[in-house]
């Protein structure tokens, strides 16, 4: 069988970044262009690190090889922190380093899911969850989910999932705040999620990449801390997001600590492990989150009210995260979904197509509203009315 | 099918770290344990990185994320590496960061090797990488080649390998300096496993993790470099043993262009990209390499020769990299192979068990002779004299 030039299968099922069909053209524009398609913020992080030569000096092991589980001094501290803010009881023995949230994803993927076996995915969802799922050659079954709840609050989920069970169902994805929606799950509809997993024996990946992220007092429940869930749940958490160090690429995740060796065994062997760096450096912020992740919550949430009174159409007003999420279908006025897109980036403006987060969101698109500085977001709105009101 | 609390079944084919079984045991022991199991340099790195609040505040950029290729001036810096040093012609486009060598391992086996399709693994070899092919649902089929080579070195190589080749067979992973045997492989061998992966159709994944740890003025080649090679060779390089930084969890890969976009699309689906901060900070070592690294590769070189000085049994003198590697069975003396180590562990000094390398090495050890500092290394060398000698 000679191979040479071809690839592995999988390759032709996965595409890399969401975005590369546009670079050339958005490359084009320039800085005029504004960019609201990317998960980002234009704050630089709103902690100072303390990090120089004496901070190097006192750490002079920084540049070795940590152990595979992650810095113990690190581990202690996203501990205290699950436990502190979210409600869980574990200690450090069940928290895994990883290489941000994307690492943690795709070691448990990769632990729980046999070829050919599926896993419920909630959608909308983050592109490259269906894409770790079949880089793992599993099958990921999308359920649509978050939108319909803004809609139908008391929706009877155990009823509405069951439609989607194949005898080679294994597990569950979800993710709360979710991205690109921002919905934020209630305990109830948790608790009915939580209640479907243990009766069908599935596994849960939990995606709480938006942890800290909640707006108008919404409260935050991490399935993991349900009866009996911390055991059958992989809860995922990263500093990508509230914490604003996406470039540092670490993330953690927590289990039983049996669950958690058994992913550092995956994951040694795709990363053997995340930066003893970033995780010394993740201590102190950490450490001291609550001095000023709320505060940034506080701005994201001014954002959000100033782009959506500004916005001449109505969207879903987020509970969480920093997107919007909603269907153009309306303002199409006889144009295809693709020339509306293309109307955008000609104006100068950069959305997330809503099919990239599951085959029901065709016409829909994701603006992400900290992604610009206030005055270039305002201009971002201008268009987007230009183009769609 | 109930699933949880069941695992997919390819974490039953892999193991976590392979030093696991001793950890405890070694734990009780503290410092008198002298630890030479584990490849890493008792050093701290050569270079003083210029990593202060300036250094941040002129890379505002490095909390965000990057280009999942990389950072532009951290793959001009290593492109402009591969041409200078090791023969190679590139450009940026042909470089791809990852999370270290491991990483770039890991993603070019799930990219290449379809479930069940087999790859040559020349051994010894190291640990990780069988059972990357294993979490790929491939097969790795053990040739054993290094060490024979140190006795055979007119071995037909293009005979030899055809033995182990099936309908199968798609690759060949190739390590040279070799973990964990030293051997340094010459252009006459490289070109016949060249020629043999053209007229078989392989690609190559060749790991160049040793990169610079060359002693006696041996010459080093890169497999890629050779005529037509570098589009069927994934070249992988790193930060962590050279250039000493294997806490920032760095490395990159040259190969075509193409091939570079299609291992990115499962290095997006396994990390998302490398640390940001890492790239920027790996841009001026690289740059000021040669002010630094023949400088330790000196001092490596003398701690092999003091080494194997001191050891009173003979052992096969190193080419490259920073291990010893040796067969114990002529100083067994009636003890089981286990029994030995025990004593060693007992006595104070943790080696590598070579099973560990590959199924043909089980009367070897590997020792790392610069894992700790000299004064610790000539106890270590007394304690293995001790029971071996």
Redesign the interface.
């Known amino acids: 069988?000679?191979?040479?030039?071809h690839?592995?299968?999988?390759?032709n099922r996965?595409?890399?970044?969401v975005f590369e069909k546009y670079r050339s053209k958005m490359k084009e524009k320039g800085p005029y262009m504004i960019h609201l398609h990317?998960g980002?913020?234009y704050l630089?992080?709103k902690f100072n690190?303390p990090?120089?030569?004496e901070f190097?000096k006192k750490r002079?092991?920084?540049?070795?090889?940590?152990n595979?589980f992650g810095v113990e001094r690190f581990r202690r501290a996203a501990a205290e922190k699950l436990n502190e803010d979210n409600g869980f009881t574990v200690d450090s023995e069940q928290i895994l380093a990883t290489?941000?949230a994307?690492?943690a994803l795709?070691a448990s993927v990769?632990?729980?899911?046999?070829?050919d076996?599926e896993i419920l995915i909630l959608t909308p969802c983050w592109p490259?969850f269906p894409?770790?799922v079949k880089?793992?050659?599993a099958r990921g079954i999308e359920v649509p989910f978050y939108t319909e709840l803004y809609t139908k609050p008391d929706l009877n989920i155990t009823a509405y999932l069951k439609e989607f069970m194949t005898?080679?169902t294994?597990?569950l994805y979800l993710n709360t705040p979710n991205n690109p929606s921002g919905k934020v799950l209630t305990r109830h509809q948790l608790e009915q999620l939580a209640d479907f997993?243990k009766y069908q024996?599935?596994?849960i990946i939990s995606d709480e990449a938006y942890d800290g992220l909640i707006f108008d007092g919404h409260e935050q429940i991490c399935i993991g801390t349900l009866p009996e869930m911390h055991?059958?749940t992989i809860s995922i958490f990263t500093f990508?997001k509230s914490f604003?160090?996406?470039?540092?690429?670490l993330g953690y995740l927590t289990s039983d600590a049996e669950v958690v060796?058994?992913i550092?065994?995956?994951l040694?062997?795709?990363?053997?492990?995340?930066?003893?760096?970033?995780q010394y450096m993740m201590v102190e912020p950490l450490k001291h989150r609550q001095d000023w992740i709320p505060k940034l919550c506080m701005e994201y949430q001014e954002l959000r009210d100033m782009f959506i009174e500004k916005m001449q159409i109505p969207v879903i007003c987020p509970e969480g995260t920093y997107f919007l999420f909603f269907s153009i279908q309306a303002y199409l006025r006889g144009r295809k979904y693709w020339e509306v897109i293309d109307q955008l980036i000609d104006a100068g403006v950069a959305v997330a197509p809503g099919v990239d987060f599951g085959s029901n969101f065709k016409d829909y698109i994701r603006i992400c509203f900290t992604g610009e500085p206030p005055e270039r977001l305002e201009k971002a709105i201008e268009r987007l009315n230009e183009v769609l009101a």
Chains 1, 2 share one sequence.
């Open positions: 069988m000679p191979k040479f030039p690839f592995a299968e999988r390759l996965i595409q890399g970044s990317i980002d913020t630089h992080p690190l990090v120089d030569s190097l002079p092991y920084f540049n070795r090889y940590c595979t290489s941000g994307t690492n795709s990769i632990s729980l899911l046999d070829p076996e490259f894409g770790m880089v793992a050659d005898p080679n294994v597990a997993a024996d599935l596994w055991q059958r990508s604003m160090f996406a470039g540092l690429r060796k058994e550092n065994k995956v040694v062997h795709q990363v053997y492990s995340p930066s003893t760096l970033s």
